[in-house]
């Protein structure tokens, strides 16, 4: 099993997870011509994606899936809250699949378990994504931790985890009022120090790989979340990894 990023942040987002030769795109926040070049960069066609699976209904997350999966003919899973948000845009998808009551659902050789989240969406969710044998997490666009949301993402091999702000970059930042309101609220986006704290307080005793992801451009910067994420773990910061708004991050093997 592997990952790897085509974007993360608020420009845009995409994460593709490969078990075999079964592979799942979670999100596409980006244009049909930029996603197939982020996705020949890692060496795939878009007709190698099995399905796209959505996180919630935000610009930089979906606006992208609808002419993907009418140009591939790609499945879409989604929730209810999702499918409602967006109106008559997947009408005409090839095949829309829900996803009822967070639960389980397989994707041929790839495990999918959502999970809710608080964010300022219809009904948001997340996903653990898993062979049998190994686990990738991936948490963002939460603006607080729960114990399910803990639960859930102890013992994993593998996570990916919103740093999207430092409190302080964001307090002194030229945003208006409201909007560092909604940022930093309950229902927004982690911060470094939040999600430092989710992180410690996890199983990681089987973790091979931490990606700090949903940076923000502008009251966030690598370092700054890499130096919580490391002292959660208790590690050099060279092992935590950034998920880039350009680049994402190249695959990563788990085993």
């Known amino acids: ?3 790897a990023c085509l974007g993360s942040g608020s420009q845009g987002n995409g994460l593709v997870v490969e078990v075999a030769d079964t592979r799942l795109l979670l999100d596409c926040g980006f244009t049909l011509k930029e996603t197939t070049i982020r996705l020949s960069k890692l060496g795939l066609e878009p007709g190698m994606i099995d399905g796209i699976v959505v996180t919630h209904e935000h610009s930089d997350h979906i606006d992208g899936v609808a002419r993907f999966a009418r140009r591939f003919g790609t499945p879409v899973w989604l929730t209810y809250g999702t499918l409602r948000s967006v109106g008559k845009k997947f009408d005409l998808l ?6 009822d009551g967070y639960q389980r659902f397989s994707v041929k050789d790839i495990e999918v378990e959502p999970y809710p989240v ?10 653990v994504f898993g062979d049998g044998a190994v686990r990738l997490g991936v948490l963002t666009d939460a603006g607080s931790s729960t114990p399910h949301i803990e639960a859930v993402l102890s013992q994993c091999h593998a ?5 999207n ?6 307090a002194n930042s030229d945003y ?21 704290s989710l992180l410690a307080s996890l199983d990681c005793s089987r973790l091979q790989h931490i990606i700090a992801a949903h940076l923000s451009q502008k009251n966030n910067t690598p370092l700054l979340a890499q130096t919580g994420l490391s002292g959660a773990l208790n590690c050099g910061i060279d092992w935590i990894g950034v998920a880039d708004q350009s680049d994402g991050f190249g695959w990563r093997q788990m085993i």
Not at 94 to 99: G, L, Q, R, S, T
Not at 159 to 163: M, N
Not at 165 to 170: E, G, R
Request: with cysteine.
């Open 176 to 196: 208006p009022y409201s909007l560092k309101q909604r940022v930093g609220g309950r229902f927004g986006h982690l911060e470094n120090s939040a999600s430092a």
């Open 165 to 170: 702000h430092d409190a302080t970059m964001l």
């Open 118 to 127: 608080p964010h300022d969406a219809q009904e948001p969710a997340q996903f």
């Open 94 to 99: 090839p095949a829309v699949n829900i996803i």
């Open 1 to 3: 099993m592997r990952f």
């Open 159 to 163: 996570l990916v985890l919103e740093c």
